[in-house]
């Protein structure tokens, strides 16, 4: 349901940090030569990554050379959502990008681009994201946001339905509290500067934003949003009906480090430490949520029914249809 002037503004924003990939020299949007790359279709690939765990399965199949087994190059660049950068997705400079199901589904349904699912990226438990406010905050529970003004990376996006869901049982609607876009990295200095009367934050910088003395009011993956899909990671149905073999290959080194980064938590905590700052042993035990190891239309569904409910849809999305099929071994 992203259109009209909110629309305008996300394809007028782009990303501007960006991180390198330490393996990474090829410029992503030039052609390159397959030859002892299994025939793959392009090698060198720009991601779109944010700057949270769940962008671990990229680094981590960077780091232990998966992508270089598949024959690929990667270079990553942090961006808030892909809404931000759709005029570069379009036009092919990004690749493959990571986002929330929330965001994913609303490219599709507003009928911007057409996607392909092309992997799992997190799913939510508790103490993940949450809604902080000042310790000095007079505001003592959910119910007391109404008519308040939230922090959120985005609007329209995973914090805004997500806080909405857990504030319906409180009689408070979307329209009874105004959601403000700051990046993630922005929100305490927000907090701290009386601009906004609350965040919804996601790790790591829910931990920073309690140890610097804010307090959690609401937990925003319990209840009606206990294990929902959060993230996942996608490219245009154009670009994925060009590129098979390299779609699959990314399938491939992902799938591997997806499955590392579930079942090692130390290699899983270096991993989110050295791309987001944070250090080893908070990561170590800071909440993280479940990585996937397997992409389910089904579960993923439940994301577009919340949002249709809360009227980010005009009509349902048939979320199978957005699913890539499983690379080839």
């Known amino acids: 349901m992203e259109s009209g002037h909110a629309m305008r503004v996300w394809l007028a924003a782009f990303a501007t940090i960006v991180v390198t990939a330490a393996c990474s020299s090829v410029d992503a949007g030039s052609p390159t030569d397959s030859g002892s790359s299994g025939g793959l279709e392009k090698t060198s690939l720009l991601i779109g990554v944010s700057p949270t765990p ?19 190059t990667v270079q990553m660049e942090i961006i808030q959502a892909p809404q931000a950068v759709m005029p570069r997705i379009l036009n092919g400079s990004i690749d493959v990008f990571k986002g929330s199901y929330v965001s994913l589904i609303n490219v599709q349904g507003s009928g911007t681009a057409r996607l392909r699912i092309l992997y799992d990226a997190l799913q939510a438990s508790p103490g993940i994201a949450g809604v902080v406010v ?13 008519n308040k003004t939230i922090a959120v990376n985005s609007l329209n996006n995973l914090g805004t339905m997500s806080v909405s869901a857990h504030l319906k049982p409180y009689e408070v609607t979307p329209e009874q509290v105004k959601f403000v876009a700051i990046d993630f990295q922005n929100q ?52 994925a009906r060009k590129h098979p073999k390299t779609a699959a290959a990314f399938q491939r080194a992902l799938a591997k480090a997806q499955a590392l980064a579930a079942t090692d938590r130390a290699l899983l ?61």
Do not use: H
């Not at 809360?310 to 890539?324: E, I, N, W």
């Open 54 to 72: 769940s962008s671990a399965g990229v680094y981590i199949a960077n780091n232990k050379g998966f992508f270089k087994e598949e024959g690929l």
């Open 269 to 329: 905590a270096e991993t989110v430490a050295g791309f987001t700052q944070t250090p080893k042993e908070a990561a170590m035990t800071m909440a993280m949520g479940t990585f996937p190891t397997s992409l389910n239309a089904t579960r993923i569904q439940r994301v577009a029914d919340l949002m249709y409910e809360f009227g980010y849809l005009k009509t349902k999305v048939d979320v199978a249809s957005m699913v890539a099929a499983g690379p080839a071994r």
């Open 188 to 239: 305490l200095a927000a907090l701290k500067s009386k601009q906004v009367d609350a965040a919804w934050m996601v790790e790591p910088f829910l931990s920073s934003a309690q140890q610097a003395g804010a307090k959690l009011l609401l937990d925003t993956n319990t209840g009606p949003t206990d294990k929902l899909p959060i993230d996942g990671w996608a490219a245009t149905e154009d670009w």
């Open 134 to 146: 000042p310790k000095d905050s007079p505001l003592q529970s959910p119910q007391d946001l109404k």
